[in-house]
């Protein structure tokens, strides 16, 4: 598939769908326009929204620029509030420096090096950010969450979960024996093998889960709110849904399995690679011991 084929699919389904894991944009939202955080879009509700470089932001702009606790905007009832909360560089809008001050429709907010934009109402722009961000974040074959962006929220998450003390659990699922279908029946009917693949995994995992396609034949899941027991759970459904679907590449029907490393975080400072290392590893141990199974890391 061409580039731009490929992103006349993601537009087309974009837009038909509105895409598959954010809900369009609510009445206001801050969108990232410039700088760290791109694209990032986050939603102003009830509570108030601080932005800063601390991971307990709800909006984390994770540049030296940025102050951990940079800003905080709220809707008083009557109208959105900015209040910088003494930041080194301190905020500004529209290019003013501000202490405190209403916000309206399309104002820039300066947040260190990052340039965001207040969209007060639902609008036109307000859709087009967020077809931009899902360009941006979403694998275009799969419809699930691109690995650029998995590996940004992975870090966030591992982050969470320590300062929680939470489990944290990944799993890989790897297409066994993809290589022949694509050889034998060709791409494009390898990649649909791989989006009805990508269905499944849609179909399994809970709203908190983050899919993804992080290669070309190789699925990631992670679950924010389980442990290893959870993540083995889902990877033999997963396992076993797949070993039962009817593919049919080509027109012809053809058992397809997946091979599933899992893995949970060390704790209490486990990192991004030693996470990715411990499920690879146990994918190959699944891999190596015959396929179509899952195996544990660590
Ligand atoms: N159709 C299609 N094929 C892809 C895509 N990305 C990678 N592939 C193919 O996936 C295949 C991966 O093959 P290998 O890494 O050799 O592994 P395998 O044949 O699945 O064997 P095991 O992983 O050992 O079970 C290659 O043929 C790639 O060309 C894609 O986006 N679409």
């Given at each position: 598939m061409s580039a731009s084929d490929d992103q006349a699919n993601t537009t087309q389904r974009t837009m038909l769908s509105g895409g598959p894991h954010?809900?369009?944009p609510r009445a206001a939202c801050l969108?990232?326009?410039?700088?760290?955080?791109?694209?990032?879009?986050v939603d102003i509700g009830e509570a108030p929204?601080?932005?800063?470089?601390?991971q307990e932001?709800?909006?984390?702009?994770?540049?030296?620029?940025?102050?951990?606790a940079h800003c905080r905007i709220w809707f008083d009832g009557t109208s959105f509030r900015i209040r910088d909360l003494g930041a080194t560089n301190r905020t500004r809008v529209n290019d003013a420096q501000v202490e405190e001050a209403v916000l309206v429709d399309g104002d820039h907010i300066v947040v260190g090096d990052s340039l965001l934009k207040f969209i007060g109402q639902t609008s036109v722009e307000a859709s087009y950010h967020e077809e931009i961000y899902q360009l941006a974040t979403l694998d275009a074959l799969s419809g699930l969450w691109n690995r650029r962006h998995f590996m940004e929220t992975l870090d966030k998450e591992i982050a969470r979960a320590q300062r929680h003390e939470r489990e944290l659990a990944l799993c890989i699922v790897d297409v066994d024996l993809f290589k022949p279908v694509n050889d034998t029946y060709g791409h494009i009917a390898g990649?649909?093998?791989?989006?009805?693949?990508?269905?499944?995994?849609?179909?399994?995992?809970?709203?908190e889960d983050i899919a993804a396609r992080i290669g070309g034949e190789e699925f990631a899941v992670l679950l924010p709110e389980?442990?290893?027991?959870?993540a083995r759970t889902l990877a033999e459904r997963l396992r076993v849904s797949v070993s039962e679907?009817?593919?049919?590449p080509g027109g012809v029907p053809?058992?397809?399995?997946?091979?599933v490393g899992v893995a949970a975080l060390p704790m209490p400072d486990g990192t991004r690679s030693q996470l990715l290392a411990a499920a690879d590893a146990a994918l190959y141990r699944a891999k190596h011991g015959g396929r179509n199974q899952v195996c544990i890391g660590g």
């Open positions: 954010r809900p369009g969108v990232v326009i410039l700088g760290e955080g791109l694209g990032r879009r929204l601080l932005v800063g470089r601390s932001a709800d909006l984390v702009l994770n540049h030296r620029s940025v102050s951990r990649d649909e093998v791989l989006r009805h693949i990508a269905a499944i995994i849609r179909e399994h995992v809970r709203g389980g442990g290893l027991a959870a679907a009817a593919f049919a053809r058992r397809i399995t997946v091979s």
